[in-house]
Antibody, heavy 120, light 110 residues
Framework: QVQLQQSGPGLVKPSQTLSLTCAISGDSVSSNSAAWNWIRQSPSRGLEWLGR?????????DYAVSVKGRIIINPDTSKNQFSLQLNSVTPEDTAVYYCARQQQRAYEYWGQGTLVTVSS | QSVLTQPPSVSAAPGQKVTISCSGSNSIFGNNYISWYQQLPGTAPKLLIY???KRPSEIPDRFSGSKSGTSATLGITGLQTGDEADYYCGTWDSSLSAGVFGGGTKLTVL
């Protein structure tokens, strides 16, 4: 059974960097059939896909246009986890952030969610 | 504004059937599979349907999915009070290499 455990701070100051980690059990971040995603949810924006990382003989990333230039998603094979880094945050980035495994064109497994508030 | 369009709310009585629609453009629906998610209050979304009409093994057959043209439908039969939740459709836009979701539909079981 795949489990995703999220960790990271719930409060970030404006202009600073949001950093979250998603630890994977029951699968490998280097899987050749899965992709590892970050998705956020807010009342104003609903569910919003942010980006993903995946391994197919080499590492790839895809990012949403809305956050491109501010986002980095990195795999950590030594700890079997992946991370989200979102730079230059504003109050608009306040949301519940989820990590999720994507396989068969759907998000089968989700982390528990982390409410991140951007406020001074 | 979401790329996929869903009705904001639907309602039906216990034991009845309800359908939730999800529509979008030709470019989104044409070559892409639709998935459906259930989100109970305070929890992460849960996958109900993938590849338009397939159910994970743990999802009861009361839940069904279909897709035709530029719309997809989630059907729920034998409604239970525990089905009250928000439901989202989603897809992978292969032309943009990006995930997209509908705005969600709140199901009320009266």
């Amino acid at each position: 059974q795949v489990q995703l455990q999220q960790s990271g701070p719930g409060l970030v100051k404006p202009s600073q960097t949001l950093s979250l980690t998603c630890a994977i059990s029951g699968d490998s971040v280097s899987s050749n059939s899965a992709a590892w995603n970050w998705i956020r949810q807010s009342p104003s924006r609903g569910l919003e896909w942010l980006g993903r990382t995946f391994y197919r003989s080499k590492w790839y990333n895809d990012y949403a246009v809305s956050v491109k230039g501010r986002i980095i998603i990195n795999p950590d094979t030594s700890k079997n986890q992946f991370s989200l880094q979102l730079n230059s945050v504003t109050p608009e980035d306040t949301a519940v952030y989820y990590c999720a495994r994507q396989q068969q064109r759907a998000y089968e497994y989700w982390g528990q969610g982390t409410l991140v508030t951007v406020s001074s | 504004q979401s790329v996929l369009t869903q009705p904001p709310s639907v309602s039906a009585a216990p034991g009845q059937k309800v359908t939730i629609s999800c529509s979008g453009s030709n470019s989104i629906f044409g070559n892409n599979y639709i998935s459906w998610y259930q989100q109970l209050p305070g929890t992460a979304p849960k996958l109900l349907i993938y590849e338009n009409n397939k159910r994970p093994s743990e999802i009861p057959d009361r839940f069904s999915g279909s897709k035709s043209g530029t719309s997809a439908t989630l059907g729920i039969t034998g409604l239970q009070t525990g089905d009250e939740a928000d439901y989202y459709c989603g897809t992978w836009d292969s032309s943009l290499s990006a995930g997209v979701f509908g705005g969600g539909t709140k199901l009320t079981v009266l």
